[in-house]
Nanobody, 117 residues
Framework: QVQLVESGGGLVQPGGSLRLSCAAS????????MGWYRQTPGKQRELVATVTYGGGTNYADSVRGRFTISRDNAKNTVYLQMNSLTPEDTAVYYC???????????WGRGTQVTVSS
C-alpha cells in the first residue's frame, strides 16, 4: 500500500522558517521523482520543488532562494526547508511521488502551512 505522509506544517510568523517532511512507503523510492506542491483556495495546485534520486532539483520562481528540497534515500523521506516565509506561502502543501518512467503520481494528504502575525 502506497503512503505519503506529510508532517511539519503549522503556524509561523512572516520571516520565519519551517521544515516539512514526507515519509514514503509502498513505493520504490529511488524510482520516483519526489516533489512538493501547494494549493491555496481559489488557485490551482502549483509545483513548489522537485528532487530526483540523484539530488537534482527544480524550484518554482516564487520560492527559489528561500526553499530547499532534499531527500534521504536511506529513510525514504523528502524534506522541504522553508525560510523567509511570507503570507503568500500560506497553503496546503502536498507531497508527491512521480514514477520516473511512467510519470504516475501518488499524493499525500497535505499539511497546512499558515504564515501570519
Amino acid at each position: 500500500q502506497v503512503q505519503l505522509v506529510e508532517s511539519g506544517g503549522g503556524l509561523v510568523q512572516p520571516g520565519g522558517s519551517l521544515r516539512l517532511s514526507c515519509a514514503a512507503s509502498g513505493i520504490i523510492f529511488r524510482r520516483n521523482i519526489m516533489g512538493w506542491y501547494r494549493q491555496t483556495p481559489g488557485k490551482q495546485r502549483e509545483l513548489v520543488a522537485t528532487v530526483t534520486y540523484g539530488g537534482g532539483t527544480n524550484y518554482a520562481d516564487s520560492v527559489r532562494g528561500r526553499f530547499t528540497i532534499s531527500r534521504d534515500n536511506a529513510k525514504n523521506t523528502v524534506y522541504l526547508q522553508m525560510n523567509s516565509l511570507t503570507p503568500e506561502d500560506t497553503a496546503v502543501y502536498y507531497c508527491n511521488a512521480k514514477h520516473e518512467t511512467t510519470w504516475f503520481d501518488y499524493w499525500g494528504r497535505g499539511t497546512q502551512v499558515t504564515v501570519s502575525s
